[in-house]
């Protein structure tokens, strides 16, 4: 457990103090005297009414060595990609940078990918320091990354300003910051917001009417409800602002600390579950604690790795990412097993233990639903967008389901039922109270 608590308190500095908002699309480009050969910018999708404006001044060339730069081969270039938005991330992109840092290839600009050369240090007037401030329309809708480039290593250079990658508003012309496949998640995002608000009144109702058998397990299912709907909060006005201005305002910072806490909180209700804590034992086995870290350190990861700096994550492969789902679903599954093999050999002599077998069954086909959906069938989902709204729909269904298959019960109206189904009444029970 202290492994845990310092492993997470890590990870909330690190989003305090390393975290660069997600959506914000007007990028910071201060450099000083960087020899780096490629460094990624942003990703975005453009409309056919897009732009990218820079505001770069103080641009500075220098080389380390007595032959002159070449200043063809410093500037920015975008990566188109095709609309398979969840399949090019990644994949396409961290390919090529990986190519580069192998020499396998001379210099992104030569890349076989389907790459525009933008502008070069070449087409700058000359001085002893160079300034540009210009927009490029994009005339075509697809996603595209901005990179700059620096293939001469012994050149070092130093600017200092920003770039803007934004859509124009077909009703009133103003500046749209959000990509194609963002635009439309601000009013979906309410929309789950106030559905889960509505989840957590009506689970707070029947929690309270049933409080004689209310525990820790229903109130961390509660717990999850509120914070699904902060979330969804949070995340609303970061792209909302984000869309405006540009910039999160520190929203993201927030966004990602309750997106973390979200993943963690949700799969740990579901291990707990389905290891039956509090629900027909009190106390988890050493393995089930152990499982419960794993799945833990999984959700950690995968909320951690996609906001890491590029240089710091290693070139991202379909096998890797496979490997760990493979070892998430082995995590959330191993519990269950355990929990329906212990339960099976006692249903015959206790009535509370057949029940709890019958929601744990329910609960394993829920969960194999919810697995096959988000990690498996929104490969073939082709926007951001569709992706966005059909995993967050999955989750919300999942959750609403598994209230409803481990609500407090009414336990004097279970009483009278098996009453009236056995007429033996002394089997012994393996909880004082059913689930």
């Known amino acids: 457990m202290r492994i845990l608590q310092k492993l997470l308190t890590a990870v909330f500095l690190y989003f305090f103090i390393f975290t660069a908002s997600s959506t914000a699309h007007i990028v910071s480009l201060n450099l000083q005297s960087n020899n780096r050969q490629m460094i990624p910018i942003s990703d975005f999708e453009f409309t056919n009414v897009g732009y990218i404006s820079f505001v770069l001044s103080s641009i500075t060339v220098t080389s380390t060595s007595s032959r ?128 889960y608000l509505t989840l957590l009144g009506f689970w707070i109702l029947v929690c309270f ?55 963690v909180l949700f799969s740990t209700v579901i291990v707990l579950i389905s290891a039956g804590w509090f629900f027909w034992k009190l106390f988890l086995k050493r393995e089930e604690k152990l499982v419960w870290m794993i799945v833990i350190v999984l959700e950690v990861w995968g909320n951690v790795d996609p906001i890491l700096p590029w240089e710091v994550v290693v070139p991202y492969n379909k096998e890797s990412g496979s490997f760990a789902d493979v070892i998430y679903i082995f995590a959330i599954f191993f519990p269950m097993a355990l929990s329906i093999t212990s339960l099976n050999k006692i249903c015959e002599t206790d009535l509370n233990a057949e029940r709890n077998v019958v929601k744990l069954w329910l609960f394993v086909m829920l969960t194999i639903v919810y697995v096959l959906i988000t990690k498996i069938l929104l ?49 012994s029970s393996c909880l004082d109270c059913p689930v």
Request: hydrophobic residues 40%; aromatic residues 16%; contains cysteine.
């Open 379 to 427: 490969l073939a989902v082709p926007t951001r967008w569709e992706i966005n709204v059909v995993k967050e729909t999955t989750i919300f269904m999942f959750c609403m389901l598994m209230l409803f298959i481990f609500r407090p019960v009414d336990r004097t109206r279970i009483a009278k039922a098996d009453e009236t189904r056995f007429s033996t009444s002394n089997s």
């Open 68 to 195: 002159a730069a070449n200043e063809s081969r410093i500037g920015f270039f975008l990566q188109s990609h095709d609309d398979d938005f969840y399949l090019y991330t990644r994949e396409a992109i961290n390919q090529d940078i990986f190519e580069f840092k192998q020499n396998t290839i001379t210099c992104p600009f030569d890349f076989k990918s389907n790459s525009s050369v933008l502008y070069t240090f070449q087409n700058l007037s000359h001085g002893p320091q160079f300034s540009f401030n210009k927009s490029f329309p994009i005339t075509y809708s697809s996603i595209k990354s901005l990179f700059f480039i620096n293939c001469n290593t012994e050149s070092l250079v130093t600017m200092e300003g920003h770039a803007e990658l934004y859509n124009l508003d077909d009703g009133n012309g103003n500046k749209n910051f959000l990509s194609v496949g963002l635009t439309t998640l601000p009013f979906r995002y309410i929309i789950f917001s106030f559905s």
């Open 209 to 263: 009417k049933n409080r004689c058998i209310f525990n820790m397990t229903h109130l961390l299912m509660g717990g999850l409800l509120v914070v699904n709907c902060v979330h969804f909060m949070c995340i609303t006005s970061d792209l909302h602002y984000v869309k405006i201005t540009g910039s999160a305002h520190g929203l993201d910072v927030v966004f990602y600390i309750f997106q973390l806490t979200r993943a």
